[in-house]
């Protein structure tokens, strides 16, 4: 089963002085000159969405953007949460990793350097409604592909792993 979340939120566009600093994040944050992703949609009732209840729901990723992040996640090398691990999906059987460590969750790595990551971080709707919420621009974010690995981990596990 697969479950990938990309994550970028408005946190991390408000880090974005010290996030630039990481590598993989993208700085220098401009939209891109294409039309949002998100057609249909406007920043003012996005952004009193994210004032109201502290997100916006509702923002729907055309399908080819889904399909190339989740076969990112299903291909790339992903990184361990709690220990920085390399692997690849394809070596976790059962939630777990060859040795038997629990996989539990992971990030693609160097998912800040995938064109569709780019994309969707430069979005111009999605710049918009962040900069509204913030009141200022913001200078960088942090994009990440997470993966969540579904096994009967019990809870002392998840919570030392994930």
């Not at 939120?9 to 000159?33: E, I, N």
């Not at 003012?44 to 990723?61: H, K, Q, T, V, Y």
């Not at 399908?63 to 390399?86: F, K």
């Not at 692997?87 to 976790?92: D, I, Q, R």
């Amino acid at each position: 089963m697969l479950r990938c979340t990309v994550v970028s939120s408005c946190l991390t566009f408000a880090l974005g002085g010290d996030l630039g600093q990481k590598v993989g994040a993208v700085g220098a944050l401009t939209p891109v000159r294409d039309a949002t992703l998100f057609t249909g949609l406007d920043a003012g009732p996005l952004i009193e969405a994210m004032r109201e209840d502290s997100a916006a729901f509702g923002l729907r990723l055309p399908t080819p953007i889904v399909a190339s992040l989740a076969d990112a996640a299903r291909t790339g090398t992903l990184r361990q949460w709690h220990s920085e691990r390399l692997f690849h999906a394809s070596e976790v059987v059962a939630g777990r990793l060859p040795d038997g460590a629990a996989a539990v969750l992971a990030d693609v790595h160097e998912a800040a350097l995938l064109p569709d990551v780019q994309r969707v971080a430069r979005d111009p709707l999605l710049l918009a409604t962040v900069t509204g919420y913030l009141g200022y621009a913001p200078i960088g974010c942090d994009p990440r592909i997470l993966y969540s690995f579904a096994a009967d981990y019990d809870e002392d596990e998840r919570r030392a792993v994930g």
